[in-house]
Each structure stands twice: as C-alpha cells, then as structure tokens.
C-alpha cells in the first residue's frame, strides 16, 4: 500500500490504533486546480506549489531562484501559502522550509 501511494506521487498512507480499531488514511492530492483557482493564489505561489508537489518541499532560497522574486515578496507569499493552509512551515528564519499540508 505505502509504495502504491508513492508510485502515484502521493504521501505515504498513516495508520493508527484507534481503540479496538486500527484507522488507514490514504492521502490524495487535495490541490486540485480548481482548489487552487479558489485560494486566490498568484502565479509565483502557483509555481511554488508545483514545485513542492514534485520536489516534496521547498526554502525561501528556492522560492526566489524559481520565481525571481526579492527576499521580502518570497517571505511574503509564504506566509500567505501557510496561513492558506497549502504550506506547513518546519523550522526558523535560513533554515525554514516549507511542504504541503499533510506531508
């Protein structure tokens, strides 16, 4: 199961105990275009999420070489992709990054 879902580019599958029974979430891409058309997302956030759709995650570094935005507009529009709910943020300042939710 968990190297079908890998297969199929999307997250590896939880599993819990949950009392007398045991729970499987199969994850699958919520990000679909038109969730994506509804968030109100520009199009450096856009190429930011594709981007971490194939590469799994990616830093403010990144997101500036990919989109050629200044250090202030890539903290900027990470924030907004974290405070959408579309981005989880993992650590501090340099050493921040940033994967889908539920990854």
Not at 15 to 37: E, K, P, S
Not at 47 to 64: D, F, L, N
Request: glycine share 10%; charged share 30%.
């Amino acid at each position: 199961m968990i190297a079908d879902c890998l297969d199929a580019g999307l997250p590896e599958p939880t599993f819990m105990q949950n009392g007398a029974h045991f729970v499987i979430t199969i994850w699958r891409d919520w990000l679909t275009d038109d969730v994506l058309a509804g968030l109100g997302l520009n199009e450096r956030q856009m190429k930011a999420v594709r981007y971490v759709k194939e590469h799994g995650e990616i830093t403010s570094g990144k997101y500036q070489e990919l989109t050629g935005a200044e250090a202030r507009t890539a903290t900027r529009d990470l924030v907004d992709l974290v405070g959408k709910q579309v981005f989880t943020k993992r650590g501090e300042k340099r050493s921040a990054v940033y994967r889908l939710r539920g990854q």
